[in-house]
């Protein structure tokens, strides 16, 4: 059980400190609506100092430079969080209502095991680079050479649904590569960021300033940290509607951002696929944190002539799916994060039937939840490819089952009508089909026939409007890093 009814502090400059005035915000447990405790509602002195101190550390400390000494304190922070595991999981389930059972997955062990992997690549990684020598004007032979650099100042804002997950997968990296960061997590979840502030100063070797956490219920102090001077690089998580105010809040300096969005994807079933593999699939998916992810699978795709057995299938895998109690190891979906969420999952489920979508599975607060924010697991079918449904996400427990007419051709063309390309998945008997499909898919990730493409070392992100740039893996660790060109003459 969660330790309750404490406050959470920010972490500022090295020191744990309540905010500048006085001030705190609740943090409600989703499942229950009982409040847990209270967290520090960070304001713009607040983030001022915080920007100040990693702006300091950055340019007057040798962080940047001891790569041996980075190594040393993320190896520190990883001792810590494992060391407290228990505890942290247990805060993770009742602030965000995360079945315990994906926090031995990518909402805790697979995001800080994480944490080695980014310390051992920073460990052995080439920040030189030599390209040998080279003629110039006047016959001089230059000696070439690439150095790799820290970008500076981090601004890291962060969603709630994944919390460890997400804001592990901007510091980790980030700190690894020399960066100094502001961590400003959501409000629905401050306190998976405010334990990583807590062992931060109590269990590690960083240094002031180099990690500062400023949680807050103001949505304009993110605003704050996405447009000032000196924050060199921000790197958001969350809905494409606020990335673009991000990136328009970051144009004024031309700051570097990257981008992690909305995703609307597919899940495209061909005419050879077994329905119990591909009912399994979706139902995992649709139900995972309650359909609470930018990458989960939201669109079944199934061949018009065989809809029918896929919907049959899909509504019985469902219909007895464990759900509930998050803390209980047998349930596979928990509440959703607010009330605010759940009105606007069932203004989605109604504004789905009233364009002529039918409803297969669910659709209501179940009765046997009372106490908490949960909707049942839901199927629309009959459902256009271009209904509002198919198009916008949702996030939330609702599958859409989309008919395609013809082959796989039709399949690709209906899973790429969105504006999104965060992620998609094919299920075929036929590998070459299956992989034949997913290579023509215009989206960032792809499982095939059930591949698990989730893990610390494989780059994550998406095409069109789900984002720009890539998390996770090489490229996400070379996202927080410069290049300089420098030659010697002879």
């Known amino acids: 059980m969660p330790e309750t009814g404490r406050t959470e502090r920010l972490l500022i400059d090295g020191r744990l400190v309540s905010a500048s005035e006085g001030g705190t915000f609740d943090n409600i447990n989703p499942a229950t609506t009982e409040i ?40 520190q922070l990883q001792q810590a969080l494992v060391k407290n595991a228990d505890r942290l999981k247990a805060d993770l389930v009742a602030e965000i209502g995360t079945p315990v059972a994906l926090t ?21 990684y080439a920040w030189e680079t030599d390209l040998g020598e080279a003629p110039g ?14 970008i500076g100042v981090v601004g890291a804002i962060t969603p709630w649904n994944f919390p460890t997950q997400i804001n592990l997968a901007k510091v980790a990296p980030a700190l690894a590569a020399g960066c100094t960061v502001v961590l400003k997590p959501a409000p629905d979840s401050p306190w998976a960021a405010t334990a990583l502030g807590r062992l931060a100063v109590e269990e590690t070797d ?65 005419d050879d696929a077994d329905p119990a593999t591909t009912a399994v699939t979706a139902a995992f998916h649709i139900t ?55 009105r606007r999952v ?14 297969a599975l669910g659709g209501r607060i179940p009765d046997s939840l009372p106490g908490g924010w949960f909707v049942e697991p839901t199927v629309l079918t009959d459902v256009g490819e271009n209904d509002t449904v198919a198009q916008e996400e949702i996030f939330g427990p609702v599958l859409c089952v989309i008919p395609y007419d013809g082959g796989d051709d039709e399949a690709v063309r209906v899973a790429n009508n969105s504006a999104y390309g965060l992620s998609g998945a094919v299920i075929s008997a036929s590998r070459d089909r299956a992989r034949a499909v997913a290579a023509r898919m215009r989206v960032g ?11 610390f070392d494989v780059p994550f992100g998406g ?24 030659a010697e003459g002879a």
């Open 36 to 75: 847990l405790g209270s967290t520090a509602d960070g304001t713009a002195a607040d983030m001022d100092a915080a920007i100040a101190a990693a702006r300091r550390a950055f340019d007057t400390t040798t962080w940047s430079t001891d790569h041996a000494f980075r190594v040393r304190c993320l190896r």
């Open 104 to 124: 031995s997955g990518p909402q805790f062990d697979t995001p800080v095991e994480g944490i080695g992997w980014i310390a051992d690549l920073a460990e052995r």
């Open 137 to 150: 004007p006047g016959g001089v032979t230059s000696r070439r050479w690439i150095r790799r650099e820290p």
């Open 206 to 270: 960083l240094p002031p300033g180099v990690l500062n956490i400023v949680t807050s219920s103001r949505h304009e102090i993110g605003h704050q940290l996405a447009s000032d001077p000196r924050v060199d690089m921000l790197s958001f998580t969350g809905s494409t509607a606020t990335g673009r105010a991000v990136m328009t809040a970051a144009a004024g300096n031309l700051t570097k951002v990257f981008l992690e969005l909305g995703g609307k994807s597919a899940l495209v079933a061909l």
């Open 288 to 342: 995972a944190h309650a359909g609470q992810g930018c990458a989960i699978l939201t669109r079944l795709l199934v061949p018009r002539a065989l809809h029918e057995t896929f919907l049959t299938a899909l509504v019985e895998t469902l219909r007895g799916w464990p759900y509930g109690d998050p803390t209980d190891p047998a349930n596979l979906m928990g509440p959703l994060i607010s009330d605010r969420q759940r």
């Open 346 to 359: 069932l203004g989605y489920i109604e504004r789905g039937v009233a364009q002529g979508a039918r409803i």
């Open 445 to 455: 990730t792809v499982s095939v026939n059930g591949g698990n493409y989730y893990n």
């Open 463 to 486: 095409y069109r409007q789900s984002g720009i740039g890539r998390e996770s893996g090489v490229a996400g660790f070379e996202e927080y890093l410069e290049i300089k060109s420098m």
